[in-house]
C-alpha cells in the first residue's frame, strides 16, 4: 500500500466553511482548496457545504458538515510549533479570538471547540 501522508477530518455542525477560512487565516502555509457542496442526494440542502478541504501550517484537514453528532473534545488535540514566541503569541490571540477559551498549561479551545 502507498500513502502521501494523511489528512485530518474535523467534523462540524455548519460551519466547516468558515472553520477552513478562519484556520487559513491563522496559519502560514495554509490555503483552502477543493469544496464539495451537497446535491438534491440530500442529507444537507441541495448547494450547501459538504466538505471543505484545507491546509493549515502544511498540515492537511477536511472540514466536514457533518451535523449535531459529534463534538470535538480534548482527546485529540493538534499541537502548533512556533518558531518563536511572537508566533506562539499571535497564534493563540487568534485562536481565541471571536468567542474561543483558555486553559490551563497553554491549552486552548477556539470558537469552533477544537483544543
Request: glycine fraction near 14%; charged fraction near 25%.
Amino acid at each position: 500500500m502507498t500513502t502521501d501522508g494523511f489528512t485530518t477530518c474535523l467534523w462540524y455542525d455548519g460551519r466547516a466553511e468558515e472553520a477552513a477560512d478562519f484556520y487559513v487565516s491563522v496559519f502560514k502555509n495554509s490555503g483552502v482548496g477543493r469544496t464539495l457542496r451537497y446535491t438534491e442526494a440530500g442529507p444537507g440542502p441541495e448547494g450547501s457545504v459538504l466538505t471543505v478541504d484545507f491546509t493549515a501550517n502544511g498540515q492537511r484537514f477536511v472540514a466536514l458538515n457533518g451535523g449535531p453528532g459529534f463534538k470535538f473534545t480534548e482527546a485529540i488535540s493538534p499541537q502548533i510549533e512556533c518558531a518563536d514566541q511572537g508566533e506562539a503569541d499571535f497564534s493563540w490571540d487568534k485562536l481565541v479570538e471571536g468567542g474561543g477559551e483558555h486553559g490551563p498549561c497553554d491549552w486552548l479551545k477556539d470558537r469552533f471547540g477544537v483544543s
